[in-house]
């Protein structure tokens, strides 16, 4: 026999279908988190709070000015409806040119295509908002990290080289110019790492999208 929450997710699920993939989903999750975390008792409670699952759906379709499929009529054909038109925020077109933009954005116009990569992505609605946060912040920390790296190495390493130089009778180490010394080594892998962690973020929201519908 199925729980009072089994079956209130089930039936959500069944009053969602007309509910665009994104926000179903948004929704779909939400409940089942909150529902979750709570003691029979007081899902039941809960469940009585939000309703009918057909009001959430219908509250969903205002909310975001969507018109939902007029299902048919028997002996005869079922009216007309003129369908709100779709923005294109919420086209999978817009997402795919929103994630490829980010991955290589940067790399046509140095850091401002990727800063409207980023912009793009926010704006679509393909993706959760974990997801975006994901993309976003993560080349953007590294890219923080690399640089903070780097002055912190120049610093160190500027005021090594004054000290030998200090006349203090001990003559500077000399490196082989052959040889890349340790913070050369460091601050190009903090760099390599960033060119691939920048694709790689919009090439995952692509991997995420798949199966999704457009709104």
């Known amino acids: 026999m199925m729980t009072t929450t089994s079956d209130y997710l089930a039936r959500l699920e069944v009053a969602l279908r007309d509910v665009p993939h994104g926000i179903a989903a948004e929704i779909r999750a939400g409940i089942a988190e909150e529902l979750s975390a709570l003691d029979p008792d007081a899902a039941e409670a809960r469940i009585a709070q939000l309703g009918d699952p057909a009001r959430i759906a219908r509250e969903a379709l205002d909310a975001g000015g969507f018109v939902p499929p007029v299902p048919g009529v028997a002996g005869g054909t079922a009216p007309a409806v003129n369908p709100a038109p779709v923005p294109a925020t919420r086209t999978r077109g817009f997402a795919i040119a929103a994630a490829l933009t980010l991955s290589f954005g940067g790399f046509v116009l140095p850091f401002i295509g990727w800063i409207v ?90 991997w995420r999208m798949r199966g999704r519908s457009a709104a």
């Open 117 to 206: 990569g980023a912009v793009l992505v926010a704006m679509s609605s393909m993706w959760r908002t974990w997801e975006k946060a994901v993309a976003i912040l993560v080349p953007l920390v590294l890219g923080g990290f690399s640089v903070l790296s780097s002055l912190t190495m120049w610093t160190t390493t500027g005021e090594a080289s004054g000290g030998s130089m200090s006349g203090d009778g001990v003559p500077p180490e000399v490196s082989s110019p052959l040889l890349p010394t340790w913070y050369d080594v460091i601050w190009s892998g903090f760099w390599v790492l960033g060119l691939l962690v920048i694709p790689l973020s919009g090439l995952w929201l692509l």
